[in-house]
């Protein structure tokens, strides 16, 4: 099982970056999607997270109106769009599979590495 995230860069405040993440050694459409962060010295986060087939997601607060996710099962991958950077969205991006559209990270089983997003003010 392979979760491989990419995207992530330095962008100015207001910037917007597209993340992706290409899964591999699993049924990735049998899997709802989900994108989580985490900043230094602070615990993981939910981020946004994608229904099977595509059709239903969900937005942590903080993010809502300036994210959004989608998939392709035909390439297996899943992706975050996001807009209207702020400094406060700096933290590495991680990208998981899992088993309900749900923010805990208890539900979901397989994890990638994480891309850095770094925003500067």
């Known amino acids: 099982v392979q979760l491989q995230a990419s995207g992530g860069g330095l962008v100015q405040a207001g910037g917007s970056l597209r993340l992706s993440c290409v899964a591999s050694?699993?049924?990735?459409?049998?899997?709802?999607m989900g994108w989580f962060r985490q900043a230094p010295g602070k615990e993981r986060e939910f981020v946004a997270a994608?229904?099977?087939?595509?059709?239903?997601?969900y937005y942590a607060d903080a993010v809502k109106g300036r994210s959004t996710i989608s998939r392709d099962n035909a390439k297996k991958t899943v992706y975050l769009q996001m807009n209207s950077l702020k400094p406060e969205d700096t933290s590495v991006y991680y990208c998981a599979a899992g088993g309900d559209v749900a923010p805990q990270l208890s539900s979901y089983y397989y994890w990638g590495q994480g891309t850095q997003v770094t925003v500067s003010s």
């Open positions: 050694g699993f049924s990735f459409s049998g899997y709802v």
């Open positions: 994608i229904s099977r087939p595509g059709r239903s997601t």
